[in-house]
């Protein structure tokens, strides 16, 4: 026999069962990520999200098959806020009717896909767990919702609109953009009238700044933020209708009457930066280009009156 063909046959059969023996012990495991934005609106038109956190927070979601046949899933949250708790949830979807409190998921948390808690750090903090479903199940099969709690509220499984992520569970979110613009205020010196200036004893380091947010379905998340507040001091702050005084009661060039549908709310000082939230039906166009309204924050240390403007400690147009 050809020695030199043998060693050649005998070679060649050892390097193929070594390869076998690599693919055999090193298999390719899959993996995948998402990326979510606040909730705007994108997955529950009605609940878009109604607080006052920042709204560039955001959460990337790696999924990593195990050779366990688990995955491995491991979460960043960035621009979280120093020192607060954020509380992650899988929750299963399910039937309105079934649930006790009409919502379209499972208000128990689904631990063997993901529950978990992280304290945020003022940047990127990140989470992992090992949920028991595979890959495949968790990215095709299961049904189910990603939510994040916010950590400026009180936690409910049923409020919507506390989540500051909602969103279907290892899918991709819907990618539009949405719009968001702030405007800033100093203490009411007459600025704007100067028969209107403020007359009191507030400190004059007060300002304010209106945040307007686009939201889906037409509406806008409007957060007025009060800086340099009393602590326990009750601010009413309000936003009236531009008007002819010629048609108002009192010859105000404003309606004295608050307009709701846009902001009005009590804020209560903290000694710092006191916020609050709404939701408004008017949109974010409507808000940041056609109304026309003024921006009045009363002062706390007098009787409120929508009609002596010099008892405002905040006087400007409403977000402009």
Do not use: W
Not at 232 to 246: F, K, L, N, Q, R
């Amino acid at each position: 026999m050809n020695y030199f063909r043998l060693y050649f046959i005998i070679s060649l059969a050892i390097f193929t069962l070594a390869s076998c023996s690599d693919d055999d012990t090193n298999p390719t495991f899959e993996m995948t990520s998402f990326d979510y934005q606040i909730h705007n609106g994108q997955t529950v038109n009605s609940a878009a999200y109604a607080g006052t956190h920042s709204n560039d927070f955001n959460v990337n979601m790696e999924l990593i098959e195990l050779s366990s046949g688990n995955t491995q899933i491991n979460l960043t949250l960035n621009n979280t806020m120093e020192g607060e708790t954020y509380h992650i949830h899988a929750h299963d979807a399910a039937d309105p009717a079934t649930t006790p409190n009409g919502t379209p998921y499972n208000e128990t948390p689904n631990g063997d896909i993901f529950a978990q808690m992280v304290v945020g750090n003022g940047g990127s903090v990140s989470i992992s767990q090992e949920a028991s479903s595979s890959f495949t199940e968790l990215t095709n099969d299961y049904e189910g919702f990603f939510v994040v709690h916010d950590p400026l509220q009180a936690i409910s499984t049923t409020d919507i609109s506390t989540y500051l992520v909602v969103a279907s569970f290892a899918r991709a979110q819907s990618s539009t953009s949405y719009e968001s613009k702030s405007f800033n205020y100093d203490f009411n010196t007459g600025q704007l009238v100067e028969d209107f200036a403020y007359s009191g004893t507030h400190n004059s380091n007060l300002t304010a700044s209106i945040q307007v947010d686009e939201l889906a379905g037409n509406q806008s998340r409007i957060i007025v933020r009060v800086m340099n507040s009393m602590n326990g001091e009750v601010y009413h702050t309000h936003a009236h209708d531009m008007a002819d005084p010629a048609s108002t009661p009192n010859g105000t060039p404003y309606n004295e009457t608050p307009n709701g549908d846009v902001f009005a709310s009590a804020i209560e000082g903290n000694g710092g930066t006191a916020s609050k939230a709404y939701i408004s039906s008017s949109s974010y166009s409507d808000i940041t280009s056609s109304y026309d309204g003024f921006f009045v924050i009363h002062d706390p240390l007098q009787a409120i009156s929508t009609t002596d403007p010099t008892t405002y400690v905040i006087l400007g147009v409403f977000a402009r």
